[in-house]
Nanobody, 121 residues
């Protein structure tokens, strides 16, 4: 199993910044993609950003130019720097990791518990 611990959420004013972090632990053999998703109240969970094992990043159109994803492969961590935050960015943000562990031969999806981000004046 993979345990994901997220941190960094909170309340911020429009135009402000927050940095989310996620640390993966467990008997991890390899990590493929590390991603962030979010789910606003009453809406479906949506993709925010991905960092692939090959070193590329991709973003949802709604956050391009404002959010930056980064990962530290040595520490099995992924971060999301969020700038110029808008009220519509308010959501629970989830870390997602696609990893291979000692317990299963294939790559599986693992989710964090989520961290609340609220953008409001």
């Amino acid at each position: 199993q993979v345990q994901l611990v997220e941190s960094g959420g909170g309340l911020v004013q429009p135009g402000g910044s927050l940095r989310l972090s996620c640390a993966a632990s467990g008997r991890i053999f390899a990590i493929n993609a590390m991603q962030w998703y979010r789910q606003a109240l009453g809406k479906q969970r949506e993709f925010v950003a991905v960092s692939t094992s090959g070193g590329s990043q991709n973003y949802a159109d709604s956050v391009k130019g404002r959010f930056t994803i980064s990962r530290d492969n040595a520490k099995n961590t992924v971060s999301l720097q969020m700038n110029s935050l808008k009220p519509e960015d308010t959501a629970v943000y989830y870390c997602n990791v696609i990893a291979k562990t000692a317990y299963a031969p294939e790559f599986l999806n693992y989710w964090g518990q989520g961290t609340q981000v609220t953008v409001s004046s």
